[in-house]
């Protein structure tokens, strides 16, 4: 069965970093597209980032972009989100999910299996 474990939240200032990790297990990680949300109190589910199979495409929601990184190794079946030049509207839980298929999706339903998440906030 698939098992996604994030780790890596915590406080950071306005304008520090934090990377996020999610270690997978379960068949075939490698073969499937990944991807980060967050949700924040009172707010929808937001997509944050995703990448394809190999790593080869990357997507971004506008609210990151320049910002954020997300990359995958797939020897070790984890996937990672690289926060640099962090916000107070950035503060949220953060969760990784699994993809039916190996092409990046910004869209919820693409998302079969999901991690617990942990929680990122960032102090004004």
């Known amino acids: 069965q698939v098992q996604l474990v994030e780790s890596g939240g915590g406080v950071a200032h306005t304008g520090g970093s934090l990377r996020l990790s999610c270690a997978a297990s379960?068949?075939?990680?490698?073969?499937?597209?990944m991807g980060w949300f967050r949700q924040a109190p009172g707010k929808e589910r937001e997509f944050v980032a995703g990448?394809?199979?190999?790593?080869?495409?990357?997507d971004y929601g506008d609210s990151v972009k320049g910002r954020f990184t997300i990359s995958r190794d797939n020897a070790k079946s984890t996937v990672y989100l690289q926060m640099n030049n962090l916000k107070p509207e950035d503060t949220a839980v953060y969760c990784c999910?699994?993809?039916?298929?190996?092409?990046?999706?910004?869209?919820?339903?693409?998302?079969?299996?999901w991690g617990q998440g942990t929680q990122v906030t960032v102090s004004s």
């Open positions: 379960g068949p075939a990680f490698s073969s499937v597209a």
């Open positions: 990448i394809s199979w190999n790593g080869g495409r990357t």
């Open positions: 999910a699994r993809a039916a298929w190996s092409t990046v999706s910004t869209g919820l339903s693409a998302y079969l299996y």
